[in-house]
Nanobody, 125 residues
Framework: VQLQASGGGLVQAGGSLRLSCAASGGTFSDYAIGWFRQAPGKEREFVSGISRRGGSSNYADFAKGRFTISRDNAKNTVSLRMNVLKPEDTAVYYC???????????????????WGQGTQVTVSS
C-alpha cells in the first residue's frame, strides 16, 4: 500500500488543520493507520491511530481532546483533524499503515510497515 499525506501548512496558535492520508494499492480496510510526527532535533513520536475498520482509535496524551482521527474506507482515506494548535505541534506529520487481522491499532513505529512522505505543519505563536 502506498500512502500520500497532505493538508499541512502554516497556522496561528489556536487554529485548526485537517491532515489527510490517501492510500492506493492493497486492500485499505486491512490496514490500521497511524499518524506520527517529527520535530527538528527530536525523535519521531506517535500522534494517533485508527483500526482497520475504524472501530478503535488511540491518541497520544498531547493529542487527546484536541485531535480527532477518522477514516473512510470507501474513499481509502484517513483524516486527522487538529484543533487548538500550539507552537509545539510544529513538525512534519507522517501517516503509516500496518496490516492487521483484527482491530488492534498500535502506537509504535514498529507496528506500521508502510510510510508515506510527510506534510509540514507549522504553528506560529
Amino acid at each position: 500500500v502506498q500512502l500520500q499525506a497532505s493538508g499541512g501548512g502554516l497556522v496561528q496558535a489556536g487554529g485548526s488543520l485537517r491532515l489527510s492520508c490517501a492510500a492506493s494499492g492493497g486492500t485499505f480496510s486491512d490496514y490500521a493507520i497511524g499518524w506520527f510526527r517529527q520535530a527538528p532535533g527530536k525523535e519521531r513520536e506517535f500522534v494517533s491511530g485508527i483500526s482497520r475498520r475504524g472501530g478503535s482509535s488511540n491518541y497520544a496524551d498531547f493529542a487527546k481532546g484536541r485531535f480527532t482521527i477518522s477514516r473512510d474506507n470507501a474513499k481509502n482515506t484517513v483524516s486527522l483533524r487538529m484543533n487548538v494548535l500550539k507552537p509545539e505541534d510544529t513538525a512534519v506529520y507522517y501517516c503509516a499503515a500496518g496490516w492487521r487481522w483484527n482491530e488492534y491499532v498500535g502506537s509504535s513505529s514498529r507496528d506500521f510497515m508502510h510510510w508515506g512522505q510527510g506534510t509540514q505543519v507549522t504553528v506560529s505563536s
